[in-house]
């Protein structure tokens, strides 16, 4: 991915012992670990972990330079967690949600010989299962190995479609030629992908010839990644906030222009929230109930087994070779205060902090405190002016209990659905069902459904929903 060194438990715990205080330096400005220690006692109707990123390895390929975990061909493997290490701490991810998007990553994940059988295992527990991969090694056998262990998409990073930038920006002769072969590979096996990009000076030029090719290629989505400067990106810049702004309005309008075909994203800058509430008009995007997910709905693993907010946030929540992910994710004070904390600075008084709030990552690589001012933002609030709330009734990641009768089949389809999505479905399915007078919904009702209307923000349904619903279909 543009992160996969780059934007999703010991078989048995031996004894449950003392909450360790997360080794996380605080920034007092907002936060402090006292305060979260006395909010986790307030607090335990912990969200649900709706992503989860795991980064398998350090190992990789390529070495590209602005790689946030600092991945390399010198990387030997050292410290990273073994197969049943990972299998022990994927059944304590699961246990507290089987239905999560997992993303397995890098480094590059396509090192690890066990990738297929991790995959495999939440597969098989409900999890819906992407690989994040910088695409040089997806052959055509480590396709189909990737999709009978049930992977039901990928990511590869696509950087520019000049050979000199690409290769270039990610340290590999011939890069560009071999990704672009694996991603004509991926269209024959028909195996949904994601082009991931990051942005630099060097490509700004290009987003809207990516963006046409990744949707001229049937991407299910185009994800910009906006620099955040850690690992070996601390020694470069993004853009002036400035330059941000005018891509993010680019964004804006290539989402509009590729709706129905291919989902237009920008990553780690959620600032795009901003101009789409800017914007007149009715937009997909209103639908995103959260603001930057990270320790709130997302998390991510590190090779070693330590449990941190997001890929991009290297401060550690706890360490999963030592505690069960429940009790990190639910107690740990980071955590505890990326859910209840008051954002520091510009953001903090910014009329729009719940619908963008701003990339925590970068704010805690350039402030050093996670809930501190996100400084890639043009954007100077007064104030002084009303809270900008999120539109829909349900968002991706609100769950809703269904208030119509529900059949067994239905419900179980329901389940088989990723559980960010899980919410939106059920609202639409039955205000669907009302509209036509039906008392309970069925299978038969999820297949009109499936008809009739886009259950995804896309005209086109991502690949997680379509697939199952039509596995659904072939058994109805
Ligand atoms: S491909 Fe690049 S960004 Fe991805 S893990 Fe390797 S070095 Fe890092
Ligand atoms: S000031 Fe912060 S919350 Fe407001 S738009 Fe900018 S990044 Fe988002
Ligand atoms: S901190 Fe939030 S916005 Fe930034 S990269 Fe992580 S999930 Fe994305």
């Not at 290490?85 to 997992?102: F, G, H, K, T, Y």
């Not at 559980?419 to 309970?440: I, L, N, W």
Request: overall charge negative; aromatic content about 6%.
């Amino acid at each position: 991915m543009s992160g996969h060194g780059e934007d999703p438990v010991g078989a048995v715990w031996g004894g449950a012992g003392p909450l360790p205080i997360p080794d996380f330096p605080v920034s007092p400005s907002s936060w402090t670990v006292a305060d979260a220690e006395m909010s986790m006692s307030a607090h335990t109707d912990a969200p649900v972990p709706h992503v989860v990123a795991w980064n398998l390895t350090r190992r990789c390929n390529l070495a590209c330079s602005h790689c946030y975990i600092s991945a390399g061909a010198w990387h030997g493997g050292e410290g990273e967690l073994g197969t049943e290490a990972c299998r022990a701490i994927l059944d304590q991810v699961l246990e507290v949600n089987p239905s999560l998007l997992l993303i397995l990553s890098g480094g590059e994940p396509l090192v690890r010989d066990d990738l297929e059988e991790l995959a495999a295992h939440a597969a098989e527990a409900g999890a819906t299962v992407v690989v994040g991969t910088n695409g040089i090694g997806l052959t055509d056998a480590r396709i189909e190995s990737l999709m009978e262990a049930g992977v039901r998409g990928v990511a590869v990073s696509v950087d520019s479609l000049r050979p000199e930038y690409h290769d270039r920006f990610r340290h590999g002769g011939g890069a560009l030629a071999d990704t672009l072969a694996s991603v004509d590979r991926l269209v024959a096996h028909e195996l949904d992908f994601v082009v991931q990009t990051t942005l630099t000076r060097g490509n700004r030029h290009e987003v809207n010839g990516l963006a046409a090719w990744a949707a001229d290629r049937g991407a299910v989505s185009f994800n910009l990644y906006f620099l955040v400067p850690t690992g070996r990106g601390d020694r470069m810049k993004g853009l002036p906030p400035e330059e941000n702004e005018e891509v993010l309005e680019e964004l804006v309008a290539l989402e509009e222009r590729y709706r129905g075909r291919m989902m237009v994203r920008s990553k780690c800058q959620p600032q795009l929230m901003r101009h789409v509430f800017e914007a007149t008009g009715e937009s997909p995007l209103h639908n995103y109930r959260t603001r930057c997910p990270c320790g709130v709905h997302y998390c991510r693993i590190t090779p070693e087994g330590k449990l941190t907010p997001c890929p991009y946030l290297p401060a550690v929540a706890g360490d999963l070779t030592r505690e069960p992910f429940r009790r990190v994710w639910e107690k740990a004070a980071l955590f505890q205060a990326l859910r209840h904390g008051e954002l520091g600075g510009r953001c903090g008084r910014c009329e729009y902090r719940e619908v963008c709030g701003g990339c925590r990552a970068r704010a805690y690589a350039l402030t050093g405190d996670p809930l501190g001012p996100d400084d890639s933002c043009a954007y100077d609030p007064p104030g002084d002016r009303a809270l900008v709330r999120p539109r829909g009734e349900v968002g991706y990641g609100d769950a809703a209990e269904p208030e119509l009768v529900w059949t067994e089949g239905a419900r179980n389809r329901l389940n088989r659905i990723p559980s960010f999505v899980r919410g939106v479905v059920t609202k639409r399915v039955e205000a669907f069902a009302r509209e036509r007078g039906y008392q309970a919904v069925d299978l038969e009702v999820m297949a009109e459904v499936r008809r009739a209307l886009p259950v995804d923000f896309s005209k086109r349904l991502p690949f997680f929903l379509e697939r199952a619903d039509a596995e659904e279909v072939d058994r109805a």
